[in-house]
């Protein structure tokens, strides 16, 4: 029997590239997204790759029909083996320039919607003794960053939720994993909201350094499409590990955290993202 995939956030980047990538490795994909209105690029690059694509609508901050979704695909194809959370959200600012809901945004859509859709696939994973989860976090789940503190605060979250289930899910056979990419050249961060950036307040001459010095980290940045690719190799390899990193550049960024045990390599990392 073909194994079910569905995955999260793909009208664009490495969503949509991971979910080709799947289809190519002969899962059936259940490529999700709020508007499928806006799935043209995702439908040339199934084309282009000789694959077919489940394409459905998704909101994952909203539960209901989170539920809704997980119960049509089970009833239409018989279960749900791979469940990759792709979808996330970035904001850039400092946490005196958010506003609560703001932060809460965060949490809704990087941590509560993975955590959800998580808990919809476990039952069944279990009762059939097996399953892949693999959520992508991002270099900022293992790293805090200047201007990011509602963003990897959400990803420091999904990690620590990730990595304290996935014991546990493994005695049922189920594997429990998360992905770590470093800069990716794709849509997210145009679409990052940006409270903080235009303002003349205390925070403008750090913050203006540390756009500068993101801009040059993403001119830089590693494709879509290869860390698209990535995330398949994670959900397919033989041996599932719980971390993963989508290139070499993510796993010596993300190695300065897990090395640091009193904190201080990382905040002597950062320190120079914001002087000017």
């Known amino acids: 029997m073909t194994d079910v995939a569905l995955i999260t956030g793909t009208s664009s980047g490495m ?4 979910a080709v990538h799947l289809a190519q490795r002969g899962l059936r994909v259940v490529a999700t997204m709020r508007d499928p209105r806006g799935a043209d690029r995702l439908h040339a690059a199934a084309e282009a790759a000789g694959v077919t694509l489940d394409v459905r609508a998704l ?28 979808a996330g959200r970035g904001m850039v600012a400092s946490a005196e320039q958010l506003s609560m809901e703001q932060i809460r945004d965060q949490l809704e859509v ?15 994973m279990r009762q059939r003794g097996r399953g892949t989860i693999l959520t992508v976090t991002s270099v900022g ?20 939720f990730m990595q304290s ?18 800069a990716v050249a794709s849509d997210f961060v145009a679409n990052a ?13 750090l913050l203006d350094a540390y756009l500068k010095r993101s801009s040059g980290s993403f001119a830089s940045a590693q494709t879509a499409e290869s860390a698209g690719a ?24 993300v190695g300065v955290s897990l090395a640091d045990t009193d904190g ?8 120079p993202w914001i002087v000017g």
Request: aromatic share 10%; with cysteine.
């Open 15 to 18: 969503g949509m590239h991971a």
């Open 141 to 160: 789940g293992a790293v805090g960053q200047p201007f990011a503190d509602a963003y990897c605060g959400s990803k420091f979250a999904v990690e620590g």
């Open 264 to 271: 201080s390599a990382v905040l002597g990392f950062t320190r």
């Open 193 to 205: 909201e940006r409270p903080g950036a235009g303002g003349s307040g205390p925070y403008a001459p």
């Open 110 to 124: 990087n941590y509560l919607a993975p955590v959800n859709l998580t808990k919809l696939v476990l039952p069944g």
């Open 165 to 182: 289930l996935a014991v546990v899910a493994e005695r049922f056979g189920v594997r429990v994993g998360v992905i770590e990419p470093a």
């Open 230 to 253: 990535a995330i398949a190799d994670a959900v397919l390899a033989d041996e599932f590990r719980f971390r993963w990193q989508t290139s070499e550049r993510a796993t010596t960024f």
């Open 59 to 86: 909101d994952v901050v909203d539960h209901a029909a989170s539920a809704e979704l997980v119960a049509a695909i089970v009833a239409e194809y018989g279960s749900i083996d791979v469940l990759v959370n792709n």
